[in-house]
């Protein structure tokens, strides 16, 4: 696996300020600290408490994809041991915008915000901060209705998605279109974190690669990855950049970053 660190336009001549990039990563990072899945809240409690709440957490804030196509939100069934289920009423609808800032676990968390930082910014300062928003939320909501129309009938329909990761494939998908020359500079594990830099067309060739082999595969039974999200939220965020910037060859900077002080265009 491929881990971006920076992109070229990063800390340019006149760096932008990606505010709306900040803000998601700071939410989805406030709401992961006060939830009980980063175990720093002692009101939830431990060993078995702690794994009821996260359980009715899940339930309440995530998706379940069965519950999305006819917006019914399905009986809670609490696990044995755990107290019944939270009375407050679900909307499945809104728990699509909601399922976006709720993460599994620090892994999870880190991941997804890097990725969103190192690729946000430049995909933000292209569109604009309240159409990059808006596009932000658009493909998180596409991803998360085309997951759930391919899991409705599988084994995965009733199990709980929770992540930023269909957005942020989105916007991996908007940054291949509108930069795909873009140089990236990325870690890669296998060469003991070395950091080497490569075009963006190969990093996200390389992680769009990555999630279309994995698509059914054994392993995405058992970490619970909905790789089917990811490449359509990653197709339609290419798609959304392609029909409003990338087809108009004529676009100034259409494939031009800002560089650093001293590099060569």
């Known amino acids: 696996m491929v881990i971006p660190v920076r992109t070229v336009g990063d800390n340019g001549p006149a760096p932008y300020v990606p505010v709306v990039t900040w803000a998601l990563i700071a939410l989805c990072t406030l709401v992961f600290l006060v939830g009980p899945v980063s175990g720093l809240d002692p009101l939830y409690g431990g060993g078995s408490a702690r794994a009821c709440s996260e359980l009715a957490y899940y339930q309440h804030w995530g998706v379940i994809p069965h519950e999305l196509l006819d917006n019914r939100a399905l009986p809670a069934a609490p696990a044995d041991g755990c107290p019944a289920a939270d009375p407050f009423p679900k909307v499945p609808a809104l728990s699509v915008l909601t399922a976006m800032f709720v993460h599994g676990g620090w892994l999870h968390l880190l991941g ?91 990093v996200l060739g390389v992680w769009f690669g990555i999630q279309w082999a994995s698509v059914g595969a054994p392993s995405a039974a058992v970490t619970g990855v909905a790789y089917t999200a990811h490449l359509i939220g990653f197709a339609g965020g290419f798609l959304f950049a392609w029909l409003l910037y990338c087809r108009s060859r004529g676009y100034p900077g259409r494939t031009k970053p800002r560089l650093l002080p001293g590099e060569p265009p």
């Open 112 to 202: 997804n915000m890097v990725f969103l930082y190192v690729f946000g910014a430049m995909v933000e300062e292209r569109m604009g901060r309240l159409r990059y928003l808006l596009a932000y939320l658009g493909l998180g909501y596409l991803a998360t209705y085309g997951y759930a129309l391919f899991a409705e009938h599988g084994d995965n329909g009733t199990q709980t998605l929770v992540g930023a990761s269909g957005a942020i494939a989105g916007v991996l998908g908007a940054y291949l279109c509108l930069y795909p020359r873009a140089r990236v500079t990325s870690l890669l594990p296998f060469l003991l974190f070395l950091p080497l830099r490569f075009p963006a067309w190969v």
